[in-house]
């Protein structure tokens, strides 16, 4: 049976770029490298295509393990809602210690906007989105413009400020934290779940009060922030709701535009996170960024 239709095109189309390279970083014991690599989302015809804004989208996996790719089909509705997305990965903590995962999440931003051009990206419309350990990385991003030591390698003559920021359950205040057992289930872990040894992982073995606050992205905050949207869910047993609670009130005390959404009966890394209505609200704050 033959048939002729008319077609209208009625929605972008997108392509999927993987295994790209944004930075190359020391490995084993520093003694070789490898490279840091970022998928993307992109519209598929790109000459002469408008610049959209950009998600630079973390991965969690409490600093020891990361997949960049592992989310990509639920980044697809805000691919299909005009952004360009950049899942990435970072060293985790059994590669390096604090801060070399914020030095790596800073790399792909600049990378970013170093090659905004090849990848439709408006780089004036930047932002960081996380889960869990990524958004301990997605909050720091949003804090630390103006801390300098953080940015290292390849393309220094770019930003890594990002112009908002969407923290989903991370860990953004380890200020408090000590590399004593007791210490770490009194004061941060709060009798949860998140093992002691990761942190200790990711702040380095013996590691002190400067240490954990270098790590605390509430430290940084500013009247400068940049926008930020928090999502936390009730039943949490991983990271205590204590911790997006402190990130709120710090940015309401210096003024920042932010949202705090408490999610009923979502556990750590619940699949309510990621239902159309919860992604609609994160696309209504990132847009009236946009």
């Not at 639920?74 to 390096?96: D, K, L, P, W």
């Not at 792909?108 to 990848?119: D, N």
């Not at 003559?157 to 408090?176: E, F, I, K, N």
């Not at 500013?222 to 936390?232: G, Q, R």
């Amino acid at each position: 049976m033959q048939k002729q239709l008319h077609v209208e095109r009625k929605r972008e189309v997108l392509s999927l770029i993987t295994n790209v390279t944004f930075a190359s970083v020391p490995c084993w014991y520093g003694a070789s490298r490898r490279d840091l690599k970022m998928d993307l989302i992109v519209p598929k015809n790109r000459t002469n295509h408008p610049a959209c804004p950009a998600i630079v989208w973390i991965c969690g996996g409490a600093y020891r393990v990361v997949n960049r790719s592992v989310w990509l089909p639920e980044m697809m509705r805000f691919a299909r809602a005009g952004y360009v997305v950049a899942s990435i990965e970072y060293r985790t903590s059994n590669e390096a210690i604090f801060p070399a995962q914020l030095i790596d999440v800073k790399a792909a931003v600049r990378f970013l906007r170093a090659h905004a051009k090849a990848f439709c990206v408006d780089p004036g419309r930047i932002y960081a989105m996380g889960e869990s350990a990524g958004g301990t990385m997605a909050s720091l991003l949003g804090v630390t413009d103006d801390q300098k030591e953080f940015d290292q390698g390849d393309h220094l003559d770019q930003s890594s400020a990002v112009q908002g920021v969407v923290d989903y359950y991370g860990v953004v205040d380890l200020s408090d934290a000590s590399a004593e057992r007791d210490r770490m289930s009194a004061a941060v872990n709060q009798s949860n779940d998140v093992p002691y040894f990761a942190f200790e992982e990711f702040l380095g073995v013996g590691y002190g009060k400067a240490e954990a606050e270098k790590a605390s992205a509430i430290r940084y905050i500013s009247d400068k922030t940049p926008p930020f949207m928090i999502l936390h869910g009730t039943k949490d047993t991983v990271v205590p709701m204590a911790q997006s609670e402190k990130l709120y009130a710090a940015l309401q005390e210096k003024d920042v535009p932010c949202e705090f959404v408490v999610v009923e009966n979502a556990a750590h890394g619940d699949d309510l996170f990621y239902q159309d209505e919860m992604t609609d609200l994160v696309l209504s704050f990132l847009d009236h960024l946009s």
